[in-house]
């Protein structure tokens, strides 16, 4: 399979959304939160940020669940980014979070600490699986796991899924993503089973963008359902957010994120 990898550097995206975030100083004497992140810190590019944000689609589950979870969270994106553009130990440094807006547009100033449980990251959609740059994937993602441990939280690896017309992509990325999860002791979203799966079942939903590779509504929102089923062990069948797409579309993309973590999770 030959493919390329364009790049086009980008300003930073910092999406500060749902409840108030704060960061907080690197501490490496606290210790690591373990559990459903209450407070989680997204780190990616664009596959992230289409879409107005999966983490806000994620926060709509959570509401739509019918239970009171604790959850808020930051995305930090750049766009084309792969995981080696990412200076993590500044990100989880004083800066990002350092305040909240709140009601009536009111910004609350946060105290320090730890704020984040766990930190999600991704790589570029096909970083992990090219010939020169994945090993940089392996590299980067136990550099950035050890920082997070450092820091005090839960190192998370986002399996992003296929392009469209490259299928095969499914499992070159899920055998790496599994790779680099047990190399780390890092928990993997199997997102990209959760493309295939639901693809094999319904075949006439469109998941992607038209360019193939960046998701659509439904990608997004199937991507979202397997975060927070696999983050919160909770399933998305019957949540009630449907990121308004039509009930019987939003059921189906709930049950393949469903399995889909269910399967990995049995057959790691």
């Known amino acids: 399979m030959k493919v390329t990898v364009p790049r086009v550097i980008a300003p930073i995206v910092v999406l500060l959304a749902l409840a ?26 664009s596959f992230f940020y289409y879409n107005n944000s999966m983490h806000g689609h994620v926060r709509g589950l959570v509401t739509g669940g019918g239970k009171s979870v604790k959850h808020r969270s930051v995305s930090v994106t750049i766009s084309g980014s792969g995981i080696d553009w990412h200076d993590m130990e500044s990100y989880l440094g004083d800066r990002i ?10 910004i609350k100033f946060n105290p320090p600490g730890r704020q984040f449980d766990a930190v999600m990251f991704m790589d570029c959609s096909q970083c992990p699986v090219h010939p020169q740059l994945g090993s940089v994937f392996h590299e980067y993602a136990k550099k950035h796991s050890e920082t997070i441990r450092a820091y005090g939280a839960r190192p998370v690896l986002f399996m992003s899924w296929a392009y469209k017309d490259k299928p095969e992509m499914t499992q070159q990325l899920a055998e790496q993503y599994t790779k680099a999860g047990k190399a780390n002791d890092a928990q993997v979203v199997p997102a990209g089973l959760a493309f295939a799966k639901s693809i094999q079942r319904r075949p006439d939903l469109e998941l992607y963008a038209p360019d193939k590779r960046h998701p659509s509504l439904a990608g997004t929102y199937l991507a979202a359902c397997t975060v ?14 449907t990121a308004g797409l039509p009930k019987d579309v939003a059921a189906h993309l709930q049950a393949a994120a469903w399995d889909a973590v269910g399967e990995y999770r049995g057959g790691k």
């Open 20 to 45: 108030g975030c704060a960061a907080a100083p690197q501490q490496a004497t606290q210790a690591r939160a373990s559990g459903p992140p209450e407070s989680m810190l997204w780190v990616g590019n």
């Open 97 to 106: 979070g350092k305040y909240s807006f709140v009601a009536n547009n009111q």
């Open 228 to 241: 927070y089923g696999a983050l919160l062990g909770k399933s998305p069948v019957g949540n009630t957010y």
